[in-house]
């Protein structure tokens, strides 16, 4: 972990120091998952049925759009799908699911949070993606947001800088790498950042010297748009 940078994963963040902590947990998650204490028992139907259903089709992961939601099941169970994808080792049914929770979280009508604490890995892309959407909330709300109350998530607001993103318009990447496991604005994966970027190389483009062709030429147009010429009668 990098110094100074605020954390995702809470139940780290409480235990006494950083020495405990020495390896990078992203690329370890996946043993972590497979030692799963969930049986196949505590699967969801809905899920099983939304996981059967993306076999035939293998859709991609959707991308974000604001204002939308997806059709039921998925505005209940996205979280349940994505749990279910990582039982199953299906890397491209994961971050379909995950795509689907991003798009649909804020219209949730059963919030998924505890659920997905309780269910998660620390480290798993939901679990990230969840606890910066929480956070983000209750600072944005000023700790008024409710439905997040009690939550561990709820202990990151702290942690949330003033210039944190919507975290639901991150390239899905973002939730599988270390720049996911932070508050923060600049990587790659952030698309506002993007923008700004590419602002920026064109400003400088534009400012870099050119020939002159300024004065006369601007002011000549100017005084014909200012006066236009009369129709001219026919020789
Ligand atoms: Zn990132
Ligand atoms: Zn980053």
Known sequence: MMRGISSLSPSRTTSNSSTTQTSSPTRNSRELRTS????AATRDE???ALY???K???DRPITYTPANSSPEPWNTKAAHAFVLAVELHNRDFERYALSQFVQNCGFMPFGPWTYIEKTTELYSAVRLFSNHWVAWNLK???GHAKE???????NLVDQVPREVRDPRIYDLEHWYELCGHRFHTGCQHDPIMRQERMLAAANKRAKA????????????MQQETAAPTEPRSPV
């Open 52 to 54: 059967n259903k993306w």
């Open 148 to 154: 997040y109350e009690g939550l561990a998530a709820a």
């Open 209 to 220: 010297p050119l020939p002159e062709v300024g004065g006369d030429e601007e002011q000549r």
């Open 140 to 142: 944005i709300s000023d």
């Open 56 to 58: 035939i089709t293998k």
């Open 46 to 48: 809905d899920a099983i």
């Open 36 to 39: 799963s204490r969930k049986p």
